[in-house]
């Protein structure tokens, strides 16, 4: 993890209408990557849901909530959103699901792409899988919880080939664009690792179910500052995705 470029995120997952993830894909990648970013955001990653077949999985990011506000307001007044919002709002059956992320510190953000975006068209030669965890609390996660993740949690992710490309928790900011709700009274702490293929992600979790200290003692500790066990999003990126 080197210093971040994006300082505020959302993690959008949305619920689109059976059969339709692929349509909304293909309308994406083609006609909101770089209308956004030229808006001012920058597209980090989307994804297919690898099991949720109706759930599109997207992050965008921002330099600071302020500019936020003027980047999604630009975009969504735009010529791209005005020729292309209808399709694909026709695809989507529900759009709130959205969580409001910053990194942990100014190195836990996601670093920039090591290469430039596929262009539009482009045919996926590697399988690669994003796993996402998300933890919940009762109140916000402290510099304390944050300190055991770094002592505890993520030595032993490391060492079953999970390493983090990023770790984050909510930004408490106010929604600084209310025309798109998200979600709030809720308290996130995530990580987001990179596996090469469904393989290799499969090789870490049976790493980490094998592993002792991870059975024992970190991962009862962990659960114990927890309000329910960590949701884990399994994501396919889309071919133009520059998380990937």
Same mark, same amino acid.
């Given at each position: 993890?080197?210093?971040?470029?994006?300082?505020?995120?959302?993690?959008?997952?949305?619920?689109?209408?059976?059969?339709?993830?692929?349509?909304?894909?293909?309308?994406?990648?083609?006609?909101?990557?770089?209308?956004?970013?030229?808006?001012?955001?920058?597209?980090?990653?989307?994804?297919?849901?690898?099991?949720?077949?109706?759930?599109?999985?997207?992050?965008?990011?921002?330099?600071?909530?302020?500019?936020?506000?003027?980047?999604?307001?630009?975009?969504?007044?735009?010529?791209?959103?005005?020729?292309?919002?209808?399709?694909?709002?026709?695809?989507?059956?529900?759009?709130?699901?959205?969580?409001?992320?910053?990194?942990?510190?100014?190195?836990?953000?996601?670093?920039?792409?090591?290469?430039?975006?596929?262009?539009?068209?482009?045919?996926?030669?590697?399988? &690669? *899988?994003?796993? $996402?965890?998300?933890? @919940?609390?009762?109140?916000?996660?402290? /510099? %304390?919880? =944050?300190?055991?993740?770094?002592?505890?949690?993520?030595?032993?992710?490391?060492?079953?080939?999970?390493?983090?490309?990023?770790?984050?928790?909510?930004?408490?900011?106010?929604?600084?664009?209310?025309?798109? &709700? *998200?979600?709030? $009274?809720?308290?996130? @702490?995530?990580?987001?690792?990179?596996? /090469? %293929?469904? =393989?290799?992600?499969?090789?870490?979790?049976?790493?980490?179910?094998?592993?002792?200290?991870?059975?024992?003692?970190?991962?009862?500790?962990?659960?114990?500052?927890?309000?329910?066990?960590?949701?884990?999003?399994?994501?396919?990126?889309?071919?133009?995705?520059?998380?990937?």
């Amino acid at each position: 993890m080197t210093e971040t470029r994006y300082p505020v995120l959302e993690l959008r997952q949305y619920t689109l209408r059976p059969g339709q993830r692929d349509v909304l894909i293909d309308l994406f990648d083609r006609e909101f990557v770089e209308t956004q970013e030229t808006a001012g955001m920058a597209v980090v990653g989307q994804f297919r849901d690898l099991e949720r077949p109706d759930r599109f999985v997207w992050i965008r990011g921002f330099s600071d909530m302020a500019a936020r506000a003027g980047a999604l307001a630009s975009f969504y007044t735009g010529p791209a959103w005005k020729a292309h919002g209808a399709a694909a709002n026709a695809t989507m059956l529900d759009t709130d699901d959205v969580l409001l992320l910053r990194p942990v510190t100014a190195q836990s953000g996601f670093p920039a792409p090591p290469e430039s975006r596929p262009p539009a068209g482009h045919v996926q030669a590697d399988d &690669p *899988v994003i796993l $996402g965890t998300l933890c @919940f609390g009762d109140r916000p996660f402290s /510099a %304390s919880f =944050a300190g055991f993740f770094d002592r505890h949690v993520l030595p032993v992710l490391r060492a079953t080939g999970g390493a983090p490309l990023a770790v984050l928790q909510t930004e408490y900011a106010e929604n600084t664009f209310p025309a798109l &709700p *998200v979600r709030t $009274g809720e308290h996130v @702490f995530a990580w987001l690792a990179r596996f /090469a %293929s469904p =393989a290799a992600l499969s090789s870490h979790l049976d790493a980490l179910g094998r592993c002792d200290q991870w059975r024992t003692s970190v991962l009862p500790a962990l659960s114990a500052l927890l309000v329910r066990a960590p949701e884990q999003l399994r994501l396919a990126p889309t071919p133009r995705s520059l998380l990937r």
